[in-house]
């Protein structure tokens, strides 16, 4: 390397320095003499590739204490700011928020990973980008909250409040929301793999493109839900009820819709391949060019029963 091109390096290493090493460019030690160098300095790697760490021979110990001790503050947990009041970006890390009157709050991008907020109040909150993974919510009232992209995943939400929620996007991975009330919720592209959403009321629900595959909803309410597009390989929807819902262009492949009430329901151009049917209920529901679960395809404009 040149010198020109050495120069350049100086300004990035020269201020990574301290009272006891210094930061130097790699290249400039090569125009030096190695044997005076080595006398007076030892000589590190830095964490550039293009600087090195010249350390006083005579401050050999304090410097590797230093840097002993600088590595296990590293390591040292840092604690949540659980006395800090609500705000954007708070971190509420597995802090205890049971019970507390959190409604319109502007909590986005908080952090509220594993944190207790059963019981809550956060009606018309603001949570989008917040990171509510495995945190409990278990009869919160989150009717009207905005979550749109908010994380949840493992998140225990039985028995919570989602009535007008907007969670469009919103990551709910292996979420439990048994029992939950979802009316009218925008759960528009969410993440809803392995959910829990057994007696859960998503009536009214726009479920659209998202994905709800291996999602338990035994008995759950999905009358006049929006699912088209829907993910909803090997679902369980034993005895659910889906009268009137509108599932076209959505994937039931392998799902369990035994007993399940799809009355009405507009399931054209659908996929049902290997779907447990016994005892569901399709009067009047459309069947446009729906894949059977014998994999047949029924006739266009087929209506309660696949032709």
Request: glycine content about 8%; proline content about 2%; charged content about 25%.
């Given at each position: ?28 030690i ?13 000589i ?61 709050a ?17 009606s ?53 929301l048994?029992?939950?009330t ?15 959403l ?11 493109q998202?994905?709800?595959?291996q ?13 088209e ?36 329901a ?18 009047d529901?459309?069947l ?20």
């Amino acid at each position: 390397m040149s010198s020109v091109n050495c120069a350049r390096w100086w300004s990035g290493c020269s201020r990574r320095r301290s009272g006891i090493s210094k930061a130097v460019p790699a290249c400039s030690i090569l125009t030096r003499s190695w044997a005076s160098l080595s006398r007076r300095w030892e000589i590190w790697p830095f964490q550039r590739e293009d600087c090195v760490v010249l350390i006083p021979r005579t401050r050999r110990r304090v410097v590797l204490l230093s840097l002993i001790l600088l590595g296990l503050a590293d390591t040292l947990p840092v604690k949540a700011a659980c006395e800090d009041p609500p705000a954007r970006r708070c971190d509420w890390l597995h802090c205890d928020k049971q019970g507390l009157d959190l409604h319109d709050a502007d909590l986005r991008e908080a952090v509220l990973t594993r944190a207790n907020l059963a019981h809550a109040r956060l009606s018309g909150a603001r949570l989008s980008g917040a990171d509510l993974g495995s945190a409990v919510l278990s009869g919160a009232d989150l009717s009207g909250a905005t979550l749109q992209g908010t994380r949840l995943v493992s998140a225990r939400l039985e028995r919570a409040i989602l009535t007008g929620a907007n969670m469009a996007g919103a990551r709910l991975e292996r979420a439990v929301l048994t029992g939950a009330t979802l009316r009218e919720t925008n759960l528009r592209g969410a993440a809803l793999y392995q959910a829990d959403l057994s007696g859960a009321d998503l009536s009214g629900a726009d479920l659209s493109q998202a994905n709800l595959a291996q999602a338990q909803m035994n008995a759950a309410r999905l009358d006049n839900a929006l699912l088209e597009e829907a993910v909803l390989s090997r679902a369980v929807l034993e005895d659910a009820v889906l009268s009137g819902a509108r599932l076209r262009g959505a994937r039931l492949d392998g799902a369990n819709l035994l007993g399940a009430d799809l009355r009405g329901a507009d399931l054209s151009q659908a996929t049902l391949a290997e779907a447990r049917l016994d005892g569901a209920r399709f009067d009047d529901a459309r069947l446009d060019s729906t894949t059977w679960n014998t994999r047949q395809r029924c006739q266009p404009g087929s209506v309660g029963v696949c032709r």
